[in-house]
């Protein structure tokens, strides 16, 4: 009888038994926190992909894939090991060919270094004395140096022992050739950890990713949604984003992701579409099996949920919390200010002289005012103005332009290159210029966390009516809402 399939074939992709989650429990306890461990992961490169059933990363090591032997010695008296043939599906270890497959990959990365790739068998349910008796065609096949045994406390130097002398690994450098997901495009950089388990979590519900504006919910849930497609290139998805502008970012992001990766996937491939269409799509009953939504509105919540199929899933991303959803927040933001973002939080908000201010009385005097004041210190590409009338922003453009040399345009001006960009209110969370000039009445609508995080130095929130000052009172009432 031949217990042996194929010695280093193909793993399954079903979660680790407890068994399995013990030793790697012991090994992290061994090896500290130096070494990161990875299970039931795949990996992508360009058309192919590898599971990894237990791989760890070690400075001082390199890389190490751990295959697990299950067998007790009673099920191996009597019994031959041997290699299968390249056919054979039932197999019990897998090595060779991930080994390679990561070979590959690192080898594109580190041109004048050779990262260790190390394969280790680990025997869960058999001890060294025991695996001693077995036939010798084990021996042959399993080399007792390369093996961790039941029972044995020495993990950690075994592993030392078969490392190079005085060998480092670039662990994030490793890390970010193996699992491109993990690297936010604008940046260049790894996501934090928090992030990273989050983008190797399985997606058994929907999720909602919390964050104030700048802290990376568009890129994250972006990568999130692209893995999923990379693990099931077969599922129906679609992504929604509140407006056209939005929208255009969005698709920027996903070449991004796509290009840096080289995963294999034609981001034409993928809908991204406004929430105005999700209506029209639920009348005409199409269905999906994820759906990303960014900067999800709550009262658009019913309506995605009855796009989705009986076992779908939805992600979603906004500043606020969602009630019965799995919520990930994003403790930092990467482009407000400390005092703006905890202004965001509803906290200090008298503190805000420096870069929030609030303006009450005739609109186009204080445009004209602050913008006077301004320009001695900024060029005009860096200020941007939102108004809620198209009339009176056209007008607006016209008296600027007669106080000042011309310097503002408006955003749907073909013909203007550069100079104050005039925007309607509605375009507010499509921009980010270092100052920002907000024109509000009491009819306009919009939501106070955005009119405060947009710009990357100074928001002006101006008015004519004494209700700019609810906007204060809202900011701080923003954290009993997201608590």
Known sequence: MNIFSKLFSASSQQALPPSHESTIQLLHEQLGDEARFFSHLPLFFQGQNRTVECMMLHPNIGVVLFSFFDHTAEELQGVTAAIAGENDNNADIEVLSLQQFIRSRLNETFETQSTPILSLLVCTRLDESTFDTLDESFHKLIPKPLTLFKGSNDY??????????????????????????????????LMSIQQQTLMHTDLQENLHIKGLPGSGKSSL????????KMKRPNIDLIIFAPRTCNVHQLQAMIFQFVEHSQWDINPADITVSTFESIKKRTREKQRYDLIACDDVN??????LESLLKKEGRLISSSHYRLEKRKVYTLPESFRLSPALCAACEGLIVDKLENELVFKLGNTYMNTLVILETLLKEADAKQISILHHSTKQRRELCTQINEYFTTCAYLYDDPDKAEGIELHPLSHLNCLNTEYMIIILDEESSYDPIELISRAQKKSFILGESEDIYNIITQIKGLQNESD
């Open 156 to 189: 950690k130097e075994k592993i030392f022992a078969l490392s190079l002398k005085d060998h480092t690994c670039d662990v994030n450098t490793a890390l970010q050739t193996l699992f491109p997901e993990l690297i936010v495009p604008e940046t260049n950089t």
């Open 298 to 303: 709550k009262t658009d919540l019913q309506s």
């Open 221 to 228: 849930l972006t990568a999130k949604t692209l893995y999923e």
